[in-house]
Antibody, heavy 118, light 108 residues
Framework: EVQLLESGGGLIQPGGSLRLSCAASGFIFSGYAMSWVRQAPGKGLEWVSVISGSGGSTYYADSVKGRFTISRDNSKNTLFLQMDSLRPDDTAVYSC???????????WGQGSLVTVSS | EIVLTQSPGTLSLSPGERATLSCRASQSVSSNYLAWYQQKPGQAPRLLIYGASSRATGVPDRFSGSGSGTDFTLTISRLEPEDFAVYYCQQYGSSPGTFGQGTKVEIK
């Protein structure tokens, strides 16, 4: 059974940093691109970033480019999202999902809430 | 960036009726890399359709996708009570992989 479990969310002040993790199991992690998608309270889905299976290619939404960094550790089946210079409009549930580079988002985690507020 | 526009914003229908959801792209979607997702309150999105018309594993055959280029459609042939939810289209042919704003299918 495929499982994606996010962790690392919480309340952070504007300008602060957080690192999200996504632990994957039940599939060959290194064989899949992985994405982060966020959903602000009561709003729609926004794709944030994607990384190739090898980790050699990354892409970011313009809204987070230069502030967020996606990475992965294939030896530990874990995906990361380093979020710096956080702003109140970054407040959202952040979910990891498999796929994203020429592939749909097949499996999703339940998400981790990030709240940016003073 | 490809902008996806979904219509209508809300669809009010009764169980057993047919639902037709539209997704229009601001430019052609590469290789028809267009997906549809279903999201229920408090749940993660679920992949329904990929490649514009292929059903994901376990998706009932009352869900079908069609279209190409810039115009895509998700059809639910006969609404079941569990189908009332929000539906999103997403293109994954070019980065960023943008989503539409969603269509809510509600019980009339």
């Amino acid at each position: 059974e495929v499982q994606l479990l996010e962790s690392g969310g919480g309340l952070i002040q504007p300008g602060g940093s957080l690192r999200l993790s996504c632990a994957a199991s039940g599939f060959i992690f290194s064989g899949y691109a992985m994405s982060w998608v966020r959903q602000a309270p009561g709003k729609g889905l926004e794709w944030v970033s994607v990384i190739s299976g090898s980790g050699g290619s990354t892409y970011y939404a313009d809204s987070v480019k230069g502030r967020f960094t996606i990475s992965r550790d294939n030896s530990k089946n874990t995906l990361f999202l380093q979020m710096d210079s956080l702003r109140p409009d970054d407040t959202a549930v952040y979910s990891c999902a498999s796929g994203g580079v020429a592939g749909p988002l097949g499996y999703w985690g339940q998400g981790s809430l990030v709240t940016v507020s003073s | 960036e490809i902008v996806l526009t979904q219509s209508p914003g809300t669809l009010s229908l009764s169980p057993g009726e047919r639902a037709t959801l539209s997704c229009r792209a601001s430019q052609s979607v590469s290789s028809n890399y267009l997906a549809w997702y279903q999201q229920k309150p408090g749940q993660a999105p679920r992949l329904l359709i990929y490649g514009a018309s292929s059903r994901a594993t376990g998706v009932p055959d009352r869900f079908s996708g069609s279209g190409s280029g810039t115009d895509f459609t998700l059809t639910i042939s006969r609404l079941e009570p569990e189908d009332f939810a929000v539906y999103y289209c997403q293109q994954y042919g070019s980065s960023p992989g943008t989503f539409g704003q969603g269509t809510k299918v509600e019980i009339k």
